[in-house]
T-cell receptor, first 116, second 116 residues
Framework: AQTVTQSQPEMSVQEAETVTLSCTYDTSESDYYLFWYKQPPSRQMILVIRQEAYKQQNATENRFSVNFQKAAKSFSLKISDSQLGDAAMYFC?????????????FGDGTTLTVKP | DSGVTQTPKHLITATGQRVTLRCSPR?????VYWYQQSLDQGLQFLIQ???????AKGNILERFSAQQFPDLHSELNLSSLELGDSALYFC???????????????FGEGSWLTVV
């Protein structure tokens, strides 16, 4: 079974600076998807960014980018020019391409605080 | 707005009671997932349906059951409720259960269940 580990329960960053959230995962599969979700105080789960494992190029969405290291099974999220609205819990998630196991496995989350 | 609709948004009930949570997936999505998020915890996968059939089962208690109807909406039934069942229950949907396309899972806003 796949596992996802987020080793940083809490992180903080100064407004306008850059922060990196870590995620590692364990799988025996070669093709899969990885996601970062943001959960603000409203508790809604918002997709931030996704990465296809077969793509070598790291995904980027505006101020959010990932560092995907397939061999190391690492998938970190970098937030540039941090804003107060970025404060939330961030979840890393793994999704198999196996049609019989399409559920996503989530890490325990990292709470990000943004200081003004 | 993810397009996934959950009702009710909030629910307070007594121990021993039974409740039903309802989910309408995004238009065109055939797969529905249920997750449980207890206070300050990550997401625990409960169950997945695809086009009316159960596809994967996670840590779902025997007191809980779910189904997906022909119109693709899904219901999660929670019975003999205990205090520990208090949580945020998410429904999510995707186009397909797995595979390269339609692999992103979109979440509803969740149903807050409080058992007193």
């Amino acid at each position: 079974a796949q596992t996802v580990t987020q080793s940083q329960p809490e992180m903080s960053v100064q407004e306008a600076e850059t922060v990196t959230l870590s995620c590692t995962y364990d799988t025996s599969e070669s093709d899969y998807y990885l996601f970062w979700y943001k959960q603000p105080p409203s508790r809604q789960m918002i997709l931030v960014i996704r990465q296809e494992a077969y793509k070598q190029q790291n995904a980027t969405e505006n101020r959010f980018s990932v560092n995907f290291q397939k061999a190391a099974k690492s998938f970190s999220l970098k937030i540039s020019d941090s804003q107060l609205g970025d404060a939330a819990m961030y979840f890393c998630a793994y999704r198999s391409l196996n049609t019989n196991a399409g559920k996503s496995t989530f890490g325990d989350g990292t709470t990000l605080t943004v200081k003004p | 707005d993810s397009g996934v609709t959950q009702t009710p948004k909030h629910l307070i009930t007594a121990t021993g009671q039974r409740v039903t949570l309802r989910c309408s997936p995004r238009s065109g999505d055939l797969s529905v997932y249920w997750y449980q998020q207890s206070l300050d915890q990550g997401l625990q996968f409960l169950i997945q349906y695809y086009n009316g059939e159960e596809r994967a089962k996670g840590n779902i208690l025997e007191r809980f059951s779910a189904q997906q109807f022909p119109d693709l909406h899904s219901e999660l039934n929670l019975s003999s409720l205990e205090l520990g069942d208090s949580a945020l229950y998410f429904c999510a949907s995707s186009e397909r259960p797995g595979g390269f396309s339609g692999n992103t899972i979109y979440f509803g806003e969740g149903s807050w269940l409080t058992v007193v």
